[in-house]
């Protein structure tokens, strides 16, 4: 078995043995299309048996947002897959261990993705950092708690629409923590539109009192016309604001929509401020999913990186099985909401395995949770607390986009 990045004219092989991975005979040419744009292959790994691809893996360069509005860099884990003919040989332990070593050799100190089956990826360190909602709402039960806001909601063209969505983006991932930084080549991409005819999306700008842009929406409609009545579902595939009027405003828009009967959403924030703005929030049919898994690769890095809420002490003790390099003894000390961490001997206030620093590293989940779950231990009173007020944010990590 051979292990190596790919080069340019086997791009094509790997997509193919990508989607072969996943149950798919043949590639999607869009999504194809897409992943070439944004494929390095100086970070796009493949398995070789007998000169054929059998097993697939890449990374994308990111700059993640952390607490406090800093960014990380950061190796975001995508494209991977084994042919079903080649599982249970470690081929996907190969390919993570070589993705993972040469993020650390770039200076990556976290590594993130998103898993197609979370039991495979918390072998290798990787824990649920950030999770989102789904949303299917029954609009007969839909009551609003709030006033609402003035302003207008446009509907506009693609090409008009990139522009006010990336700024509207850019603004509203410093918000929170888990987005991804991207620049005006990237983010197309990212919100790229599908070329069937069907599944082409309309682009809803709301703007506020004074004609500030400040949310959108990119949403299709799937229609159903049973017996000649409207049964349409309105699939919102991105809302995205920077205020919770802009938010309301564009839910009350979308809601209304003629001949809509359902609407549903994914990859909503855990905390959605829609959860709060009806007066019936079970209206909503909220499903919460694991979303963004993350690993730290080098915890100091990682630590110093990000924002606190409070000043503090405490010293962890972290194991790592798959990385043992990564783990050991820290003393994160926090100071006007700075870090400073650095390895020292002795006792530790916390001991915990590597997916506790993963878990909780976005702000997503608590200290306290993770030692109720018995995947954290606290050996000196107050110190998970006094985790907990150090890592808290203002509000739930959400990446908005996937990759």
Partial sequence: MEFR???????DPFFVALSNAFGEAVPDEEEVAADRQLAELDRTFAAFDDGRIVGCAGVLSQQMVVPGGNTVPTAGVTLV???????RRGILRELMDRMLTQAIER???VATLYASQAAIYGRFGFAPSARHLEFDVALDRISWAVEPPPGRVRLVGRK???PVMQA????????RAGGIVQDADVFPISFREPDKREEKPFYAIREDADGEPDAFAIYRNKHRWPRGLPSVELKVQRLVSTTPEGSQAIWRYLFDVDLVSRVTAYARPADDPLLLQVEEPRALRPELDDGLFLRALDLPAAWEARGY???GVVTVEVTDQVRPDTGGTFELRVEDGAASCRRVEGASDVSCSIHAPGATYLGGTTWGA????GRATEHTPGALAQLDAMFRTALAPWPIVYF
């Fill in 5 to 11: 990045t790919i080069t340019e004219s086997e791009l």
């Fill in 81 to 87: 897959g084994v042919l079903p003919t080649h599982r």
């Fill in 107 to 109: 200076g990556e100190p």
């Fill in 160 to 162: 008009e629409a990139l």
């Fill in 168 to 175: 509207i983006y850019d603004r509203a991932i410093r918000q």
């Fill in 309 to 311: 809420a409070a000043d």
């Fill in 370 to 373: 993770m030692a109720a779950a």
